[in-house]
C-alpha cells in the first residue's frame, strides 16, 4: 500500500532520480494523482489476471479439449446407448408378446397333458381289462379247440372200425351181453356148439338194418400260436355207416354187418372168459369187397392153419354136414370171397384185428389179399 499525504508539499532536495524531479517540478493536483495510480493498479490487476487468464488458456486448453471430445464421444455412446434402450425396449415388448403367446401356448399343452393322464388312465385300466378278457378267451379258445378234437375222434369212433373198437368192445359192453350168451348157449361148456348157437341167437333175434347217415369232422384246420395248436375250423361230412355198442343192437334187435359182428366178437369173448373159462384168439376181419362195399365179421383161428367164419350178418358159418367146423385156411378163405362173388365182386382186402375186450385197445394183426393174409393162421 501506497501512504499519500494530504495537504503537504515535499521538499525538492530530498528526490534524487530526474523522473521524481521532473514530478517534482511540475507538480500535479493531489487528486489527479490518485487517479493515475489507481488505473494503474487497475491496469497492473487486469494484467495479472490477463497474464492468469493466457497462462490458464495455455495450460487447460487442452484438458478443455480433450473434455469436450470425451463430451462428444459421451454424448455419442448416449445416443448409442439410447439406440440400444429403444431395440432393448422393443425387443421386450415383442418378448412380452411372445411370453404372452407362450403362456396361452402352456396352458393349452397343460390342458391337453391332463386330458392325455386322464385318457391314459381309462386306457390303462381297459387295456387290463382287455388283458384279462384275452387271457380268459385263450383259454377257452384252447379248452374249445381241445373239445373240438375231442369231438373229432368222438365222431370217428361212432362210423369207423376200427376206431369204434374202444367205445364198442370194452368191459362194460361185453357184460351188456350176459343175458343173451345165457340164453344162446345154455352156459354149456362146449365151445363148439356154444359159438355155432352164438351165431344161430344173432341170425334169429337180429335183423338186418341198413345205417342212416352219420355226421362227421372229415378235416379240421388248426393254427400253431405260442406251442399250441389252435382249430379255426372243420369240415362236416356224413357217412352212411354207425357202429353200434352191443348192447344196442341186443336192444333193438337190429342192425347191419359191423353191429352183428360186433355182437358175436363180444358174446363169443363173454362166453370164453365168463362161461368156457378160456379165452382164445379171435379175430374181426374188415373185409373190403371188389364193388368198393367193406364188411364185418368173426374169425376164429384155430389149430394147424385152420379157419371157422362167423358172418351173422352175411349169414356165412364156416360148416361142415350142416354143423359149425373149421378148415384150412387159405381154401376157407377162397370159398368165403366166392359166396360174395355175386353180390359184391369177392374179397379184395382183408385187415385183422385182435381187440382186448377190457379196454377195446386193439392190434392189427395183418392185412392184405387172401394169399398173403392166409399164412398169418399157420
Ligand atoms: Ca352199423
Known amino acids: 500500500?501506497?501512504?499519500?499525504?494530504?495537504?503537504?508539499?515535499?521538499?525538492?532536495?530530498?528526490?534524487?532520480?530526474?523522473?521524481?524531479?521532473?514530478?517534482e517540478a511540475a507538480p500535479l493536483p493531489?487528486?489527479?494523482?490518485?487517479?493515475?495510480?489507481?488505473?494503474?493498479?487497475?491496469?497492473?490487476?487486469?494484467?495479472?489476471?490477463?497474464?492468469?487468464?493466457?497462462?490458464?488458456?495455455?495450460?487447460?486448453?487442452?484438458?478443455?479439449?480433450?473434455?469436450?471430445?470425451?463430451?462428444?464421444?459421451?454424448?455419442?455412446?448416449?445416443?448409442?446407448?439410447?439406440?440400444?434402450?429403444d431395440s432393448l425396449r422393443d425387443d421386450y415388448a415383442q418378448l412380452g408378446l411372445e411370453h404372452s403367446s407362450l403362456n396361452v401356448s402352456y396352458w393349452e399343452l397343460y390342458s391337453d397333458h391332463s386330458r392325455l393322464l386322464s385318457d391314459y388312465s381309462e386306457l390303462s385300466s381297459e387295456h387290463g381289462e382287455l388283458e384279462d378278457a384275452h387271457s380268459a378267451t385263450t383259454s377257452n379258445y384252447k379248452s374249445l379247440s381241445n373239445e373240438v378234437r375231442e369231438l373229432y375222434g368222438v365222431l370217428?369212433?361212432?362210423?369207423?372200425?376200427?376206431?369204434?373198437?374202444?367205445?364198442?368192445?370194452?368191459?362194460?359192453?361185453?357184460?351188456?351181453?350176459?343175458?343173451?350168451?345165457?340164453?344162446?348157449?345154455?352156459?354149456?361148456?362146449d365151445f363148439w356148439p356154444s359159438v355155432e348157437n352164438i351165431y344161430d341167437y344173432i341170425v334169429s333175434n337180429i335183423r338186418y338194418v341198413n345205417d342212416i347217415e352219420m355226421p362227421y369232422l372229415s378235416a379240421y384246420r388248426q393254427v400253431k400260436l405260442e406251442g399250441f395248436d389252435y382249430i379255426t375250423g372243420f369240415t362236416v361230412t356224413t357217412y352212411k355207416n354207425y357202429v353200434q355198442t352191443p348192447g344196442l343192437t341186443l336192444e333193438v334187435n337190429q342192425g347191419d354187418c359191423d353191429?352183428?359182428?360186433?355182437?358175436?366178437?363180444?358174446?363169443?369173448?363173454?362166453?370164453?372168459?365168463?362161461?368156457?373159462?378160456?379165452?382164445?384168439?379171435?379175430?374181426?376181419?374188415?373185409?373190403?369187397?371188389?364193388?368198393?362195399?367193406?364188411?364185418?365179421?368173426?374169425?376164429?383161428?384155430?389149430q394147424e392153419g385152420q379157419l371157422c367164419i362167423i358172418d351173422p350178418a352175411g349169414k356165412y358159418l364156416t360148416s361142415r354136414w350142416g354143423s359149425i367146423a373149421s378148415e384150412e385156411a387159405l381154401p376157407e378163405l377162397r370159398a368165403y370171397s366166392d359166396y360174395w362173388l355175386g353180390s359184391a365182386g369177392g374179397i379184395s382186402h382183408i385187415e385183422l384185428y385182435d381187440v382186448d375186450v377190457t379196454d377195446g385197445s386193439y392190434a392189427l394183426v395183418g392185412e392184405g389179399n387172401i394169399d398173403q393174409v392166409a399164412p398169418i393162421f399157420k
Open 156 to 189: 370217428i369212433s361212432y362210423s369207423f372200425v376200427p376206431e369204434a373198437f374202444r367205445r364198442v368192445l370194452n368191459d362194460g359192453e361185453v357184460q351188456m351181453t350176459s343175458d343173451a350168451v345165457s340164453s344162446a348157449t345154455g352156459s354149456s361148456q
Open 30 to 85: 493531489a487528486g489527479r494523482k490518485r487517479s493515475t495510480s489507481a488505473t494503474m493498479l487497475v491496469c497492473l490487476i487486469a494484467g495479472v489476471v490477463a497474464g492468469y487468464a493466457l497462462a490458464a488458456f495455455v495450460v487447460y486448453q487442452p484438458q478443455v479439449a480433450s473434455l469436450q471430445e470425451d463430451l462428444s464421444n459421451t454424448r455419442a455412446d448416449l445416443s448409442a446407448l439410447q439406440a440400444d434402450y
Open 1 to 23: 500500500m501506497i501512504e499519500t499525504r494530504k495537504g503537504n508539499t515535499l521538499p525538492c532536495n530530498r528526490r534524487s532520480s530526474n523522473n521524481v524531479n521532473q514530478m
Open 259 to 302: 353191429d352183428q359182428a360186433v355182437l358175436a366178437y363180444a358174446m363169443i369173448k363173454y362166453y370164453m372168459k365168463h362161461i368156457h373159462m378160456t379165452e382164445y384168439i379171435l379175430y374181426i376181419a374188415r373185409l373190403e369187397f371188389s364193388n368198393g362195399d367193406a364188411h364185418l365179421a368173426v374169425f376164429q383161428p384155430v
